[in-house]
């Protein structure tokens, strides 16, 4: 069974819109760390936000936040004001456990597209 | 800023050739990491290495090998390349657990094309 799935392959936006791409996550541990990564056309993925499994607050990065649901196990990022460079792959990434070696586990992506 | 880079972009290889992919890191992680990217396969891990001369086996490790003589480089190489390891390859870096969010830090990816 997949830890991560992103049940969107592909979505679309209009510019100065907002969207959320979907994000849930399976895990039995307590302490868990999600991530979700931007990765546009030239291939570099960048980080963009982080939730930590005991954070009481949703995180939020500029325009980008994360609608954290722990009960409902589910991560989803929301995009304010699209822009058209905003156009990418999106991934959302889990890491579990308070230690270890750390290993995260990436979902498929969603393909955003912005349009003008 | 952090800098991961890898040796090439684009690398067209023959079946049967040893291929090198190397990466490098100007940060300081200790951890790094090499996976394949697969349209509709999300990032698939190959391996990952938490320390000099150390190495574990992710998802995938049939037919990759890995070296990690020094902590800044991590280096993947494919002993006899095969077509279906034809993919896109991308290798990130990290603080080890404990450090920040343990976010990774990718470099821009190395596209292999094995004819």
């Known amino acids: 069974a997949q830890k991560i799935t992103q049940t969107q392959p592909g979505m679309f936006v209009q510019e100065k819109e907002a969207v959320t791409l979907d994000c849930t996550y399976d895990?039995?541990?307590?302490?868990?760390?999600l991530f979700w990564y931007k990765q546009p056309s030239s291939g570099e993925m960048i980080f963009l936000i982080y939730q930590g499994s005991y954070d009481e607050q949703n995180a939020t990065e500029g325009r980008y936040s994360l609608n954290f649901q722990k009960a409902r196990k589910s991560a989803n990022l929301v995009i304010s004001a699209s822009q058209l460079g905003d156009s990418a792959m999106y991934f959302c990434a889990m890491r579990e456990g308070a230690g270890g070696s750390y290993i995260p586990t990436f979902g498929r992506g969603t393909s955003l597209i912005v349009h003008p | 800023d952090v800098k991961v880079t890898q040796s090439s972009r684009y690398l067209v290889k023959r079946t049967g050739e040893k291929v090198f992919l190397e990466c490098v890191q100007d940060m300081d992680h200790e951890n790094m990491f090499w996976y394949r990217q697969d349209p509709g396969l999300g990032l698939r891990l190959i391996y990952f290495s938490y320390d000099v001369k150390m190495k574990e086996k992710g998802d995938i490790p049939e037919g990759y090998s890995v070296s990690r003589e020094k902590k800044e480089r991590f280096s993947l190489i494919l002993e006899s390349a095969s077509t279906n390891q034809t993919s896109m390859y991308l290798c990130?870096?990290?603080?080890?657990?404990?450090?920040?969010?343990?976010?990774?830090?990718f470099g821009p990816g190395t596209r292999l094309t094995v004819l």
């Open positions: 990130a870096s990290s603080f080890p657990p404990g450090q920040g969010y343990n976010e990774q830090f």
């Open positions: 895990t039995s541990d307590q302490s868990y760390g």
